[in-house]
């Protein structure tokens, strides 16, 4: 079974401009959510995607967007990019059934870097 | 959710065990407590989960106490490709993927 895959893994975009980072679920899974992690600090959840939809968000502006994909596959799109959003994006994946371990499983991120 | 209270860095060195105590004073009665593990440059492992008393897995023991407002990470032996960020998190199992992320501890295994 193959593992959560991330693409681009590093990109480097000026303030202002506008990105999409891609994300593969792990086999099976259903559910998609998006994490960002700034240099030294704990990711922090942006939002989580079931069935298509957006059903939880964190503590970020609406320049945040995503979509999932009938494939279970996913977008983080960010607008008017700012310095501050300068970061690791974390895509994790779990199926919405079964039994909750708690486990969530993380690609190995997008590097983003704004100048 | 409850808030988490870690060390921000312990040294260790290899073939020691390492113990790492993580402080969740409100933790509420639906609340797991769970614990990954993070190598620079790549997204977090999970490690273990628990709710109380003991647990143990191939990699590691979780320890809780009767009152569950801590918990300790034990690491039986460890090697230097152990040396990374440990996350304690506490919250419950029904937040889908909505984990929420301390400061985490750095955790140096030296020779």
């Known amino acids: 079974e193959t593992g959560v895959t991330q693409s681009p893994t590093h990109l480097i975009k000026t303030r202002g401009q506008q990105v999409t980072l891609r994300c593969s679920s792990q086999s099976g899974h259903n559910t998609v959510s998006w994490y960002q992690q700034a240099l030294g600090q704990g990711p922090q959840f942006i939002f989580q995607y079931y069935r298509e939809e957006e059903n939880g968000r964190g503590n970020f502006p609406p320049r945040f967007s995503g979509l999932q994909f009938p494939n279970y596959s996913s977008e983080l799109n960010v607008n008017a990019l700012e310095l501050d959003d300068s970061a690791l994006y974390l895509c994790?994946?779990?199926?919405?059934?079964?039994?909750?371990?708690?486990?969530?499983?993380f690609g190995e991120g997008s590097r983003l870097t704004v100048l | 959710l409850a808030k988490t209270t870690q060390p921000i860095s312990m040294d260790s060195y290899e073939g020691q065990e390492v113990n790492i105590t993580c402080s969740h004073n409100n933790i509420a009665t639906n609340d797991y407590i769970t614990w990954y593990q993070q190598f620079p440059s790549q997204g977090p492992r999970f490690i273990i989960q628990g709710y109380k008393t003991k647990v143990t897995n191939e990699v590691a023991s979780l320890f809780i106490p009767a009152d569950r407002k801590s918990s300790t990470l034990s690491l039986p032996r460890v090697s230097l490709s152990d040396t990374a960020v440990y996350y304690c998190l506490v919250g419950p199992n029904n937040a889908g993927n909505m984990l929420t992320f301390g400061g985490g501890t750095r955790l140096m295994v030296k020779p």
């Open positions: 994790a994946s779990r199926p919405w059934t079964g039994p909750n371990t708690g486990e969530l499983f």
